[in-house]
């Protein structure tokens, strides 16, 4: 069983930083894509930031430039940095991660159990 946890959400003043990590566990062959959406109340959930196995990142464009996502493969781990946060930033934030759990079977989506992320004016 393929487990995401993300921890470091929390509440901060406009203009500061936070940072949430995401770990993957459990039965894991090969991870492809690492990522994070959000979600605020009554809207659907959007990409933050995807970063591939290989490095290459892409980014929403409401967060480009503010936020950084980086990965460590061999912990499998994801993290995001998030720095000039403004009040519409508030959401839930959910890792993302697309893991092939053993050679014979294809990769598949896993979600988080999601993080709050809220910023105050």
């Known amino acids: 069983q393929v487990q995401l946890v993300e921890s470091g959400g929390g509440l901060v003043q406009a203009g500061g930083s936070l940072r949430l990590s995401c770990a993957a566990s459990?039965?894991?062959?090969?991870?492809?894509?690492m990522g994070w959406y959000r979600q605020a109340p009554g809207k659907q959930r959007e990409l933050v930031a995807v970063i591939s196995s290989d490095g290459s990142t892409n980014y929403g464009a409401s967060v480009k430039g503010r936020f950084t996502i980086s990965r460590d493969s061999a912990k499998k781990t994801v993290d995001l940095q998030l720095l000039s946060l403004k009040p519409e930033d508030t959401a839930a934030y959910y890792c993302?991660?697309?893991?092939?759990?053993?050679?014979?079977?294809?990769?598949?989506?896993?979600w988080g159990q999601g993080t709050q992320v809220t910023v105050s004016s």
């Open positions: 993302n991660a697309d893991i092939r759990d053993s050679v014979r079977t294809l990769s598949r989506g896993y």
């Open positions: 459990g039965r894991i062959f090969s991870i492809n894509d």
